[in-house]
């Protein structure tokens, strides 16, 4: 099995799987837990980077962490040496692997059902949004049944936003729980501006790849902006652009402190998604101190409000973007007060809020033991 093969599984249907079965048999929470994450993409994405981020502060607060995988090892994230990273073959089944854990956390819903097979501990799905929550129409019907198979599996739910959270209960009839994204003060943090500087520095974050972001309409926006007004383009990409003249300006995958360094010079930020389960990029550029333009994302709903902290924007409306961009510069005040916002709700988003509320909720779950099957299909006791 190469790294395809998750593609591979996540059409195995398998419709007769069970949900795993869980029974609370401890009162007291374990101080320090072991922890094992499930994931099936460790390349440069805001998910990975959330997932990499809990699992080196979790290990550096002394619970023993495991990251199960056939993919590469992150080296564009500093990734904590108390980590326990374990890299399968790819032709071995992954739920070989997995250590006997305290909790088993899915990362994906491809993964959810390996988890499960594995028997080495209680489940956790964490739900990051996709097509299967917000693009629903677009997938085919088998990929529909499959994906609704497996999210019906695991005991635990968790997600970033109440909007992904509505989502799921909407679509699967499943309940999660929230614990918000945050930010790392040490890469994002704001610096004082020059307020007189002529040129206006604008960022996007988001590959062209990646439709449901709408990058070509930003790019042309700002392409007829640059007819009137003195703009710095920063487009953040994961891939070398093919479109656009501005594409040649690209910057491709940077490091984390040059996106913070980038936003910290930026006037205004741009996100033109369709939807996001949260929007972290979003929330860092409010953190370093820039003015937020965004479309009504869905997850931004946490922490977004119109007119105070961000402009909100309509989906594929040019005009209405051009007007709130045009709206910032001539109007410097207004830029100053919204950033100024956006500061002060982006520190809510700590790490050392997200990781408190991670704790509890994983030891939580750590208080159940597993009812595993045996080959004549009866649930008995697992042993942990």
């Given at each position: 099995m190469d790294i395809n093969g998750w593609e591979r599984l996540e059409l195995e249907t398998n419709a007769n799987a069970e949900p795993q079965r869980v029974e609370k048999v401890d009162s007291e929470a374990k101080d320090k837990l072991e922890i094992t994450y499930i994931m099936v993409w460790t390349k440069v994405c805001g998910g990975s980077k959330i997932i990499l981020e809990y699992a080196s502060r979790l290990a550096k607060k002394g619970h023993k962490i495991n990251i199960v995988t056939y993919d590469e090892y992150p080296t564009w994230y500093p990734l904590s040496d108390k980590v326990n990273f374990i890299r399968v073959p790819n032709d071995e089944d992954i739920e070989n692997y997995v250590p006997k854990s305290d909790v088993v956390v899915a990362t994906s819903w491809k993964c959810i059902r390996k988890a499960i097979e594995s028997n080495k501990g209680p489940v956790a799905f964490f739900e990051q949004g996709g097509s299967h929550l917000f693009e629903l129409d677009k997938l085919s019907e088998r990929k529909r049944e499959v994906?609704?198979?497996?999210?019906?599996?695991?005991?635990?739910?968790?997600?970033?936003?109440?909007?992904?959270?509505?989502?799921?209960?909407?679509?699967?009839?499943?309940?999660?729980?929230?614990?918000?994204?945050?930010?790392?003060?040490?890469?994002?943090?704001?610096?004082?501006?020059?307020?007189e500087a002529k040129d206006i520095s604008i960022t996007i974050v988001g590959s062209e790849d990646f439709k449901f972001k709408n990058i070509g309409e930003i790019l042309e926006v700002i392409r007829k902006l640059k007819g009137k007004y003195q703009i710095k383009l920063n487009w953040i990409t994961q891939t070398k652009p093919t479109i656009n003249e501005e594409g040649k300006e690209a910057i491709v995958n940077p490091p984390q402190k040059i996106i913070g360094d980038i936003l910290r010079d930026t006037d205004i930020y741009i996100c033109n998604s369709e939807y996001e389960s949260f929007g972290l990029p979003t929330?860092?550029?409010?953190?370093?101190?820039?003015?937020?333009?965004?479309?009504?994302?869905?997850?931004?709903?946490?922490?977004?409000?119109?007119?105070?902290?961000?402009?909100?924007?309509?989906?594929?409306?040019?005009?209405?973007?051009?007007e709130k961009i045009e709206r910032l510069i001539k109007d410097r005040e207004l830029m100053y007060r919204i950033a100024k916002d956006g500061k002060e709700t982006a520190s809510r988003f700590n790490w050392d809020n997200s990781i408190k509320d991670m704790e509890e909720y994983f030891r939580e779950i750590a208080k159940y033991k597993v009812e595993r099957v045996n080959e004549k299909g009866e649930f008995e006791d697992n042993d942990r």
């Open positions: 994906v609704a198979n497996r999210i019906k599996l695991p005991p635990f739910i968790y997600t970033v936003s109440q909007y992904s959270a509505d989502k799921i209960k909407e679509i699967y009839g499943k309940d999660s729980s929230v614990i918000y994204n945050a930010l790392e003060s040490s890469i994002f943090y704001p610096r004082e501006k020059e307020r929330l860092e550029a409010m953190t370093c101190g820039a003015a937020v333009i965004t479309t009504d994302t869905g997850g931004m709903r946490d922490f977004v409000v119109d007119g105070e902290n961000a402009l909100v924007i309509k989906h594929h409306n040019e005009d209405d973007m051009m």
